[in-house]
């Protein structure tokens, strides 16, 4: 029936990029998941994102596992008896079609967490120059073309704009490129997309700027340019260890009071035997006040030690790292009711000072390239794929400077009638910044319950000025 439905509507998949519109593929059971307030909802109720990371072959493969038909029927078979809802997935080709995949998923009660960068079509951290050129108008073709290639289906839970670029204390410049593309992805999304999909940013756990990152893709005046959700990648439970042990506690206390859904992207600290005791905590009242689930890291074993399942010849077999979280998956239920969270969206939070460990001088972003703005009206062609030539140095880059001097803190409001826009969940709201000695100190602490942290930042930005 997959096969069959795929091939009805593959002359109307084709059709998006030229008609400048994101058209349903395919009507599944699962229904589409909203981010409201500081959680995700489905059918009204509290969704909680149960899942692993999907990657085989690794980043250093780079292959679509969403085309290899007979390996996905098989994992997915395995994805159901872990009791998962969620699979995350970092590299699609976006010039295939997926509804045969996609409808498998739907089928087995699983969403896609889609990552929209590719190794080839990304930002390269490495200085404000590079930044800035890789930050052009084919990259965001790709981006919008994965877009188009996976909107309209149900079972697309959401897009991440950006996995760890800020990996040190000492790249925090390209936060701004970032949410420049965060903000790109939305706008395309409300133009040409039929619904709002939660677009966010994955964070690697810099001790030294995970708070600023929080702060600062929650924050400004622009709601296209605020996240709609803030994931990290969390490796420190390692077993055998505890709530209070891990410092989940003190993390929920951190972000109890934060004005977005926030989950784990990735999960699973492989120290020491995973006896998966995280999942109980993550998946309690304690934690859903704050937390909206996660992704344990990964599916198949690779060479940086992380798997549930080995490849034998053509098969897999699961590991005890499978049976274990499947048996903590199993025991563990969703907290009832709202989980303590909230479907109205908190006060927007004033953007993170400027610090030695967060060097961000400045709200504002680059204008999107001028190419890149014209698809925003009339859509893309298909994507690139994945043999292409990489777009960081072959595209047109924006007209603003690498610096930021002469950006832009506003977007125009491109909704398309059917589509509400951002999936934001407010209507705008006022933040402040490192640019301005305004009153918005109390406002940041109030929306993120960062008391202590804002009262922190802000010892070191003194101290950092007066360097």
Known sequence: MARLYSTLLAGACLCAGALGKVFPRQS?????????????WANGERF?????????????????????????????????????NTIRVYTIDNSKNHDEAMSMLDEAGIYLALDANTPEFSLNRESLDTLH???????????FATIDAFAGYNNLLLFFSGNEVINARNNTQAAPYIKAVTRDMKRYISAQADRSIPVGYSSADVAENIESQ????????????????????????????????????QKVETYRDYSLPLFLSEFGCIENTRTWEEI????????????????????TLEANGYGLVEQSGNGIVPNEDFRRLKAAYAATSNPTGDGGASRQRSNVPACPPRTSEWNVRTENLPEIPAKAENYISNGVSNGPGLNAESSQWRGQPSETEPDLSDGTQESEDVSNGDNSGSSDGSSGGSSGGSDSDSDNDENGAAALGFSTVLLGLAGAAAAFAAM
């Open 214 to 249: 929080a702060l600062y893709f929650a924050c400004g005046d622009d709601q296209w340019a605020r996240s709609d959700f803030f994931a990290f990648n969390d490796y420190s439970w390692c077993s055998p260890s505890s709530f209070t042990q891990s410092g989940w506690d």
């Open 280 to 299: 109980e905590s993550l998946y309690s009242q304690n934690m859903s006040v704050a937390y909206s689930g996660g992704l344990a890291y990964e599916y």
């Open 28 to 40: 599944g059971n699962l229904p589409t998941v909203t981010s409201e307030g500081n959680a995700f």
């Open 48 to 84: 909680y994102i149960r899942g692993v990371a999907y990657q085989p072959g690794g980043a250093a493969d780079a292959q679509d596992p969403l085309l290899d038909m007979s390996s996905l029927r098989r994992d997915i078979q395995r994805f159901t008896e872990l009791g998962i």
């Open 133 to 143: 050129q890789s930050y052009n108008d084919v990259y965001l073709q790709s981006v």
